[in-house]
């Protein structure tokens, strides 16, 4: 148990003293907030405003609550997974600089290094979300908050749930990695492409049915759609009580991926906790399946 | 040092699919020797290594460190081995103490018992003022110290040194060997040595040379010199014509002329025959270089000499 607490202890260091590392996981956050004050805030408020019946006014508080909390839940549901990403790159490094070498020298079981690089891959994603979380609150508090305390639990929850499938997956991925060219390569993709693919930089409405269709197979379409049904559900409860019609509501949820479709089947909030849950698990268990089959290969010299 | 073996190694094998990795290799190794392990890349050294350490698994043979079986008790061995790899394979944004105390835990060695052992050590090699100090910040030197360090932080028995000296610069290289020598000294310490300098490997008690994966020369360093090489006889101010002329192998080298001969014997002859000839001259043996390739037919590509 001290070899588990020591080596967690280590690996979350380490990331968090490589300047170069936690730079490069805030690249997506920060690409992200470039985006919105570039483009991104106009569009959501284009959005927002073109669901809108005619004649209809909408406080500003409305409206930038609706459009913070767009921006936020994108914000939020990409640092998960591509944060774990970058925390995760350590255990190629160790493989690269020969450290790993160095660590399997000694009687610890393969296991033992395994659930400590998940473990501080956690707790170091969940430290620098919990930090972005924590600003887009304050964030939210400035341009309008309309969230209650269960909200707020909520999305603490769905911080807790995304982090662990961004960590599970990159775990996963990063077990073949094996290379520094390799380590930028995915890097690369993921800062850039996995914000695309979950719906976070643009809502999953304005694509293709195709597309749309084939990221509904995606498992963190359901995490982004998840943190964005809590960030903004206070709003649209103040929308309903301001009298909006249901169906305007509505609107604005499906523009915005609150609400999902599985070709054209509508996917409750519990299902969309039950395909996190579900995957997480799964994937935890492909990861120490991978794991037991990639220990004998090496120890036999096959790979 | 005594006659205990502490390593034993009989007919091991090892392929990589086509590739024919270790065969039939087996040797020993003595408690408290520094053994030297020789090889061009390629010849099997880190393939024997990496399976005495526990990292690849063996297709035949049978690999005993300190009375343990590599099959049965893989722990034991590990517990048994330090091993001070090439490059640094510590953490280079983390202190001196952090890195000491990561390694150790791998080990159970936590809380007053490592703060006891890393006091001893940073004692022994004098890294007291470097705790704080962030690994990557250090020098060469400094570094290999806190290398020694990490291999020995659970007090193995066996230390193995992979070509600890590739890259460093010659004072680093007499630190490290000094450090080495008051280890083996002070704490009883068995040296598993693999290394391209030959000068290092004339200093071992016994040496094993590979190539192809077979052990090609064994013995100690004066075994393998009388046994691989001449002896050379250095003249000073000689004439090449007249010195060719006794019918030996004759080469200008450093200023010399160098005549080959057979052993020592014939080297005495020939001066006692030839006074005349010899005015100012010097008998040597050859060295580990030329053990080497003439056993093996290749140099190993070292550096310059200690």
């Given at each position: 148990?001290?070899?588990?607490?020591?080596?967690?202890?280590?690996?979350?260091?380490?990331?968090?003293?490589?300047?170069?590392?936690?730079?490069?996981?805030?690249?997506?956050?920060?690409?992200?907030?470039?985006?919105?004050?570039?483009?991104?805030?106009?569009?959501?408020?284009?959005?927002?405003?073109?669901?809108?019946?005619?004649?209809?006014?909408?406080?500003?508080?409305?409206?930038?609550?609706?459009?913070?909390?767009?921006?936020?839940?994108?914000?939020?549901?990409?640092?998960?997974?591509?944060?774990?990403?970058?925390?995760?790159?350590?255990?190629?490094?160790?493989?690269?600089?020969?450290?790993?070498?160095?660590?399997?020298?000694?009687?610890?079981?393969?296991?033992?290094?395994?659930?400590?690089?998940?473990?501080?891959?956690?707790?170091?994603?969940?430290?620098i979300?919990?930090?972005?979380?924590?600003?887009?609150?304050?964030?939210?508090?400035?341009?309008?908050?309309?969230?209650?305390?269960?909200?707020?639990?909520?999305?603490?929850?769905?911080?807790?749930?995304?982090?662990?499938?961004?960590?599970?997956?990159?775990?996963?991925?990063n077990?073949?990695?094996?290379?520094?060219?390799?380590?930028?390569?995915?890097g690369t993709?993921?800062?850039?492409?996995?914000?695309?693919?979950?719906?976070?930089?643009?809502?999953?409405?304005q694509?293709?049915?195709?597309?749309?269709?084939?990221?509904?197979?995606?498992?963190?379409?359901?995490?982004?759609?998840?943190?964005?049904?809590?960030?903004?559900?206070?709003?649209?409860?103040?929308?309903?009580?301001?009298g909006?019609?249901?169906?305007?509501?509505?609107?604005?949820?499906?523009?915005?991926?609150?609400?999902?479709?599985?070709?054209?089947?509508?996917?409750?909030?519990?299902?969309?906790?039950?395909?996190?849950?579900?995957?997480?698990?799964?994937?935890?268990?492909?990861?120490?399946?991978?794991?037991?089959?990639?220990?004998?290969?090496?120890?036999?010299?096959?790979? | 040092?005594?006659?205990?073996?502490?390593?034993?190694?009989?007919?091991?094998?090892?392929?990589?699919?086509?590739?024919?990795?270790?065969?039939?290799?087996?040797?020993?190794?003595r408690?408290?020797?520094?053994?030297?392990?020789?090889?061009?890349?390629?010849?099997?050294?880190?393939?024997?290594?990496?399976?005495?350490?526990?990292?690849?698994?063996?297709?035949?043979?049978?690999?005993?460190?300190?009375?343990?079986?590599?099959?049965?008790?893989?722990?034991?061995?590990?517990?048994?081995?330090?091993?001070?790899?090439?490059?640094?394979?510590?953490?280079?944004?983390?202190?001196?103490?952090?890195?000491?105390?990561?390694?150790?835990?791998?080990?159970?060695?936590?809380?007053?018992?490592?703060?006891?052992?890393?006091?001893?050590?940073?004692?022994?090699?004098?890294?007291?003022?470097?705790?704080?100090?962030?690994?990557?910040?250090?020098?060469?030197?400094?570094r290999?110290?806190?290398?020694?360090?990490?291999?020995?932080?659970?007090?193995?028995?066996?230390?193995?040194?992979?070509?600890?000296?590739?890259?460093?610069?010659?004072?680093?290289?007499?630190?490290?060997?000094?450090?080495?020598?008051?280890?083996?000294?002070?704490?009883?310490?068995?040296?598993?040595?693999?290394?391209?300098?030959?000068?290092?490997?004339?200093?071992?008690?016994?040496?094993?040379?590979?190539?192809?994966?077979?052990?090609?020369?064994e013995?100690?360093?004066?075994?393998?010199?009388?046994?691989?090489?001449?002896?050379?006889?250095?003249?000073?101010?000689?004439?090449?014509?007249?010195?060719?002329?006794?019918?030996?192998?004759?080469?200008?080298?450093?200023g010399?002329?160098?005549?080959?001969v057979?052993?020592?014997?014939?080297a005495?002859?020939?001066?006692?025959?030839?006074?005349?000839?010899?005015?100012?001259?010097?008998?040597?043996?050859?060295?580990?270089?030329?053990?080497?390739l003439?056993?093996?037919?290749?140099?190993?590509?070292?550096?310059?000499?200690?």
């Open positions: 148990m001290s070899t588990f607490f020591y080596m967690t202890k280590r690996n979350i260091k380490l990331f968090l003293k490589d300047r170069g590392m936690v730079f490069t996981s805030l690249v997506t956050p920060l690409i992200l907030l470039l985006l919105f004050a570039t483009f991104l805030g106009n569009v959501y408020r284009d959005t927002f405003k073109s669901n809108l019946p005619e004649g209809f006014e909408v406080s500003d508080k409305i409206i930038s609550g609706l459009v913070g909390g767009e921006l936020c839940s994108s914000l939020i549901a990409v640092s998960c997974v591509t944060v774990a990403f970058c925390a995760n790159f350590l255990m190629v490094q160790d493989k690269v600089n020969g450290a790993r070498d160095d660590l399997m020298t000694s009687p610890v079981k393969q296991s033992t290094l395994s659930l400590a690089y998940y473990v501080a891959t956690v707790v170091s994603t969940l430290v979300c919990l930090i972005a979380t924590a600003l887009c609150f304050v964030y939210l508090a400035c341009v309008g908050w309309f969230l209650s305390f269960a909200d707020v639990m909520l999305i603490l929850s769905d911080v807790v749930i995304l982090t662990l499938f961004g960590t599970v997956l990159s775990s996963i991925i077990t073949f990695l094996s290379s520094q060219g390799q380590i930028t390569a995915v993709i993921m800062s850039a492409g996995y914000g695309f693919i979950c719906g976070a930089y643009m809502p999953l409405s694509f293709g049915a195709a597309v749309r269709n084939t990221v509904m197979f995606l498992p963190g379409t359901y995490g982004t759609s998840l943190v964005r049904n809590h960030m903004m559900g206070g709003v649209f409860g103040e929308m309903t009580a301001k909006f019609p249901d169906g305007v509501v509505e609107g604005i949820k499906d523009s915005v991926d609150c609400n999902l479709y599985f070709f054209d089947k509508g996917v409750s909030v519990g299902v969309m906790y039950a395909v996190m849950l579900v995957t997480v698990g799964l994937l935890i268990g492909a990861y120490v399946a991978i794991n037991f089959i990639k220990g004998k290969k090496k120890k036999s010299g096959r790979i | 040092m005594n006659s205990e073996k502490i390593i034993e190694i009989n007919n091991l094998n090892k392929s990589f699919k086509d590739v024919h990795a270790v065969r039939d290799l087996s040797f020993s190794v408690r408290g020797e520094l053994f030297a392990f020789l090889g061009v890349n390629g010849a099997g050294k880190s393939t024997t290594i990496s399976i005495m350490c526990g990292k690849l698994t063996k297709d035949g043979g049978t690999v005993i460190i300190n009375g343990a079986d590599a099959d049965g008790a893989p722990a034991k061995i590990k517990n048994s081995l330090g091993v001070v790899f090439q490059s640094c394979a510590l953490d280079k944004y983390l202190s001196v103490y952090d890195n000491l105390q990561s390694r150790a835990a791998l080990y159970g060695i936590t809380g007053d018992k490592f703060k006891a052992r890393y006091k001893e050590l940073s004692e022994l090699l004098h890294f007291t003022d470097l705790s704080k100090r962030t690994l990557g910040k250090l020098s060469g030197g400094q290999r110290r806190i290398d020694i360090a990490r291999a020995l932080v659970h007090k193995p028995e066996i230390l193995i040194l992979d070509e600890p000296t590739t890259g460093l610069d010659p004072q680093t290289r007499k630190l490290l060997w000094r450090v080495v020598s008051d280890l083996r000294e002070q704490e009883g310490l068995t040296v598993f040595l693999t290394t391209h300098y030959m000068e290092e490997a004339a200093d071992a008690d016994y040496v094993v040379i590979l190539d192809g994966g077979r052990k090609v020369a013995g100690t360093p004066l075994e393998l010199k009388n046994a691989y090489t001449h002896d050379y006889i250095n003249v000073y101010g000689g004439d090449m014509g007249e010195l060719s002329a006794l019918g030996y192998p004759c080469r200008e080298a450093g010399a002329i160098r005549i080959s057979p052993d020592t014997a014939h005495a002859a020939l001066i006692s025959e030839h006074r005349e000839l010899f005015t100012d001259f010097e008998i040597f043996k050859g060295n580990m270089d030329d053990v080497f003439t056993v093996t037919g290749k140099e190993l590509s070292g550096g310059e000499g200690l």
